[in-house]
Each structure stands twice: as C-alpha cells, then as structure tokens.
C-alpha cells in the first residue's frame, strides 16, 4: 500500500506487462480511429463494443433499430493476464461466438488499464507525452502513446493501449475506435456535473477501481487502483478522502460497477462513510434476448456508454 496519490495521475504500474508492451510494434499512427480496408458493413445495424483488462473481457453488441442489446458477456481472469496472453483469449472469443462472427456497423474497443493521466489542454503539449507519463509509470522508448479528448471540457487523456489487441482489431474489422477506460467515465461523469457538484464516484471492477474527485463541476482527481482485499480497498478509498482532505461524514460517495448493496465492499465502506449511493450508467437500450443482463443497473458504466 505505497502508491502515492496526485491529482489526475495514475499511479498503479506492473514491471512484468510493460516489458511485454515493449517487445509489441503498433501498425499505424496514433490516432483514435485506426482503418484499413475496412470489414465494416454499414449497411448493419449492429455495434460491437469490446473491454480489454488484464483482468478480463467484456463484449457487447447494440441492435440500432431496435435499441436491444444482443449480447452482454463478462469473462473475468482469475490471475491477471499479459497483453499477449488477453489476445489470445479473445481470438479465441471471436471463433467460438457464432454473434461475434456477423458484420457491423461500427467497432469500439475500450482500453483498460493504469497507464494513463488526464492533462489540462492548457498544459498539453503533444510533444510531452512521455513526460506525462514517466511520473508515476515506467515508460520504454518503444511504447505508443495515444490520446483522447474530452472536447467540451478541454482535457486530454493519455495513455499506452494494448498495441497487440490493437493489432488484431485492425486486421479483423480494418475500421474501428478506441478509447480508454478513463476517458469514458470522466467524460460521461462531467457531462451531469453542475458547477455545484461536489461528489467522489468509485468504479469497481473485478479487482481494480477507480475514483474520480467532481469539485465545483470539474474533474479535481482521478486515480486508478489494484486491490486483493476488501480492506486494500477501504485502505485506499479512505487515504484518498483524507488527501483531498475530504470529510468522510459528508462526503457524497457515488458507487459504480460491480458493486452491490450484499456486497462486502460495500459493507466495509459503510463503516466509515455515511453518504454512499448508487450511479447509473447508459439505460436507454433494452435487453430483453440475452443470458447474462446486468447485475446492478450501474454494472458496465464504460462499455455501455460507448453507444
């Protein structure tokens, strides 16, 4: 429990996975739309969104014209994986999934991971990329960075993809978007923030999360976390609150994820903070036709809001 925490940093680093990324070549120039010629049938009415972690995979695709989700499939690892090791594991996804085999109309792949920062645009400088993010992580020379942009609030988000998924996404469909993880769930946080919004939200997955400070409307805080146990977890959540200098007793706690009133996480954070609620993701679509439907109508915040 040594990371330290910054405001819009992210901090958490694994030695083992960066020395693969290093060894991995990216095929074109950085840009959040990567294209060949293109398997897209735009003609389809169906979009495919993929999340890609070393913890897991998550595929889901979007009917258009019905507004009914097709598809939702979580498949968690319970050891984390290295890049190459995930591609794999979805190649093997993509030929054993009859829904995976179709034609679409458009592909998003979401990033994530804790390699990444958000920069003002007013400090961003594109030739500073590593600069960003050698603070807090260790960077190779060899290492593609890539960009989003939050438009309507003026910040970029930097971060290394998995060039290798990356890779088998462009040979597969020719045409698709990226984005990372963080950029996401910033993005959509800040587009319900009023400029008296004072709020931490905490984005669980399998065994990471991450907490997002809203002050006064802006993003003041961004960190992203690896965890073992629920009391890792609470060890974090509340040395953040106390950094920020935050009151534990009035502190609006906004949870997201997967994370539920019967679960321990939940109960451990009850302990120490009294104002914890549940947040929503993308609810517009219907999900009437699939196996595995949400958990927690706040489950999948980022892939969900890709659509």
């Not at 049938?41 to 989700?69: H, K, M, P, W, Y």
């Not at 399998?206 to 992203?224: C, W």
């Not at 953040?240 to 994820?257: K, N, P, S």
Request: glycine share 2%; aromatic share 14%; with cysteine.
């Amino acid at each position: 429990m040594n990371q330290k925490l910054l405001p819009l940093m992210v901090l958490t680093v694994h030695t083992s996975v960066l020395d693969l990324w290093k060894k991995l070549t990216q095929m074109v120039t950085g840009q959040d739309t990567m294209t060949k010629r293109s398997n897209i049938n735009l003609l389809s009415n169906r979009i495919l969104s993929v999340q890609a972690s070393l913890n897991g995979l998550s595929f889901c695709i979007l009917d258009t014209i019905e507004n009914n989700i097709l598809l939702l499939k979580d498949i968690h690892f319970e050891e984390q994986k290295n890049p190459l090791e995930i591609e794999k594991l979805l190649v093997a996804e993509f030929e054993t999934t009859s829904l995976l085999q179709q034609e679409f109309k458009q592909v998003n792949l979401i990033h994530q991971n804790n390699i990444c920062t958000f920069v003002p645009n007013i400090f961003y400088d594109e030739n500073n990329l590593v600069d960003y993010l050698k603070f807090n992580n260790k960077i190779f020379e060899s290492d593609f960075i890539a960009t989003d942009e939050i438009v309507s609030k003026e910040i970029m988000s930097v971060y290394v993809p998995f060039v290798n998924i990356n890779n088998f996404f462009f040979e597969r469909f020719g045409s698709f978007e990226y984005h990372h993880a963080s950029t996401i769930i910033v993005e959509q946080l800040l587009k319900v923030a009023t400029p008296t919004t004072n709020k931490l939200y905490c984005n669980v997955s399998y065994t990471s999360f991450e907490l997002i400070s809203i002050k006064n409307g802006v993003l003041n805080f961004f960190n992203s976390f690896d965890f073992d146990t629920k009391e890792d977890f609470v060890y974090y959540v509340l040395f953040t609150i106390e950094q920020l200098q935050l009151d534990a007793e009035i502190i609006d706690l906004i949870l997201l994820g997967d994370i539920g009133l019967d679960d321990e996480l939940y109960s451990i954070l009850y302990q120490y903070i009294r104002n914890i609620s549940f947040g929503s993701r993308n609810t517009q679509f219907m999900a009437r036709d699939i196996e595995q439907k949400p958990k927690y109508g706040y489950n999948h915040f980022s892939l969900l809001n890709t659509f």
